[in-house]
T-cell receptor
Framework: SQQGEEDPQALSIQEGENATMNCSYKTSINNLQWYRQNSGRGLVHLILIRSNEREKHSGRLRVTLDTSKKSSSLLITASRAADTASYFCAPGSGNTGKLIFGQGTTLQVKP | GAVVSQHPSWVICKSGTSVKIECRSLDFQATTMFWYRQFPKQSLMLMATSNEGSKATYEQGVEKDKFLINHASLTLSTLTVTSAHPEDSSFYIC???????????FGSGTRLTVV
């Protein structure tokens, strides 16, 4: 398993704006997952994109994956104050099943 | 959907005592469970992986005698922090993985404060 690196570390936007955060990884993957963590809570699974997929949507979330650049992005459209949270990516590879997390992107959406 | 229940959600204990944290998969069988700890404003650090009926695999630098993990059934894993010290104060989170396609489900975490 490998750790993803999220960028930027912190992001502050106004409600209604779009938020984009990026994830980079080092070696080939089978899939990549995005998670959200509200302060003081566990992680909530947002979306999984497989290595043979380039884009995936779920509600206001859009995830892209570029395996040639070893990077993924998470776009949250029309952000809401409730989207304020930390967001983590988790590259998946190998058979251990372990998820290793980076520092995450802390998103603040101002009302 | 898959639900993981983690208890307690918070606990305060005295130095030198032991604390047990439970992680239960409510509606699926968790063949593998993971334990993380998280310090304020930091990422989750994987502590160990536990498979039902076998010994846990600890990550490098994690004291296995201090953090006892038991995965006695397909729905329950426990983490016991033994002889707790203030530096063990942290947020502990479990995650359960099912081979039935539920992916990974996280508990809501346990805030441990050692005084």
């Amino acid at each position: 398993s490998q750790q993803g690196e999220e960028d930027p570390q912190a992001l502050s936007i106004q409600e209604g704006e779009n938020a984009t955060m990026n994830c980079s990884y080092k070696t080939s993957i089978n899939n990549l997952q995005w998670y959200r963590q509200n302060s003081g809570r566990g992680l909530v699974h947002l979306i999984l994109i497989r290595s043979n997929e380039r884009e995936k949507h779920s509600g206001r979330l859009r995830v892209t994956l570029d395996t040639s650049k070893k990077s993924s992005s998470l776009l949250i459209t029309a952000s809401r104050a409730a989207d304020t949270a930390s967001y983590f990516c988790a590259p998946g590879s190998g058979n251990t099943g372990k998820l290793i997390f980076g520092q995450g992107t802390t998103l603040q959406v101002k009302p | 959907g898959a639900v993981v229940s983690q208890h307690p959600s918070w606990v305060i204990c005295k130095s030198g005592t032991s604390v047990k944290i439970e992680c239960r998969s409510l509606d699926f069988q968790a063949t593998t469970m993971f334990w993380y700890r998280q310090f304020p404003k930091q990422s989750l650090m994987l502590m160990a992986t536990s498979n039902e009926g076998s010994k846990a695999t600890y990550e490098q630098g994690v004291e296995k005698d201090k953090f006892l993990i038991n995965h006695a059934s397909l729905t329950l894993s426990t983490l016991t922090v033994t002889s707790a010290h203030p530096e063990d104060s942290s947020f502990y989170i479990c995650s359960a993985r099912s081979d039935r396609g539920y992916g990974y489900t996280f508990g809501s975490g346990t805030r441990l404060t050692v005084v």
